[in-house]
T-cell receptor, first 112, second 114 residues
Framework: DQQVKQNSPSLSVQEGRISILNCDYT??????FLWYKKYPAEGPTFLIS?????DKNEDGRFTVFLNKSAKHLSLHIVPSQPGDSAVYFC???????????FGDGTTLTVKP | DAGITQSPRHKVTETGTPVTLRCHQT?????MYWYRQDPGHGLRLIHY???????DKGEVSDGYSVSRSKTEDFLLTLESATSSQTSVYFC?????????????FGSGTRLTVV
């Protein structure tokens, strides 16, 4: 029973365009959602998060949208840059539970 | 900027041998985690710790044990390594249990069991 799903294993976009990465979850107890970025041979790095009391959080070129009724969140990157090419993981947590559940990741390729 | 280091970075071991991976942090964070990453499975939680001597199991804990005798060190032991434990292992630390500012991950340990 996978509680956090990223249904697109890969995504390819042109430099300067928008990248949209999607994530679905099944556990309604999750109240915090995070995105991480991972380059090859490195550990993941935290990118952006959103609390379940919000529907949008923005940080520079990165915006995360949360649709609680659909149990869906998305990460928008605008404009996309070649350096954004990486694996992006969605994660979900229950505050005070002490742990996060990760999706399988989406590999983003931004073409120059 | 290594507030968190993993050792070794690479290891090849034989089936049936015990293996210990070390995670060391200098951030004095309360929470520490061990995840494994496998193709098609993302990051799966093995064990985690919410304080010295306080640990709990994750979703894939069978065949693994952990110990945390000091705030800064979290050890992962494969009691008798099997080929299915060939993976990349990541340690992570957090002040806030993975919310707010997320985890800080180590660079990973690539373990091959032959």
């Amino acid at each position: 029973d996978q509680q956090v799903k990223q249904n697109s294993p890969s995504l390819s976009v042109q430099e300067g365009r928008i990248s949209i990465l999607n994530c679905d979850y099944t556990n309604s107890m999750f109240d915090y959602f995070l995105w991480y970025k991972k380059y090859p041979a490195e550990g993941p790095t935290f990118l952006i998060s959103i609390s379940s009391i919000k529907d949008k959080n923005e940080d520079g070129r990165f915006t995360v949208f949360l649709n609680k009724s659909a149990k869906h969140l998305s990460l928008h990157i605008v404009p996309s840059q070649p350096g954004d090419s990486a694996v992006y993981f969605c994660a979900a947590s229950v505050t005070n539970a002490g742990k996060s559940t990760f999706g399988d990741g989406t590999t983003l390729t931004v073409k120059p | 900027d290594a507030g968190i280091t993993q050792s070794p970075r690479h290891k090849v071991t034989e089936t049936g041998t015990p293996v210990t991976l070390r995670c060391h942090q200098t951030e004095n964070h309360r929470y520490m985690y061990w995840y494994r990453q496998d193709p098609g499975h993302g990051l799966r939680l093995i064990h985690y710790s919410y304080g010295v001597k306080d640990t709990d199991k994750g979703e894939v804990s069978d065949g693994y044990s952990v110990s945390r005798s000091k705030t800064e060190d979290f050890l992962l032991t494969l009691e008798s390594a099997t080929s299915s434990q060939t993976s990349v292992y990541f340690c992570a630390i957090s002040e806030s249990a993975g919310v707010y500012y997320g985890y800080t991950f180590g660079s990973g340990t690539r373990l091959t069991v032959v």
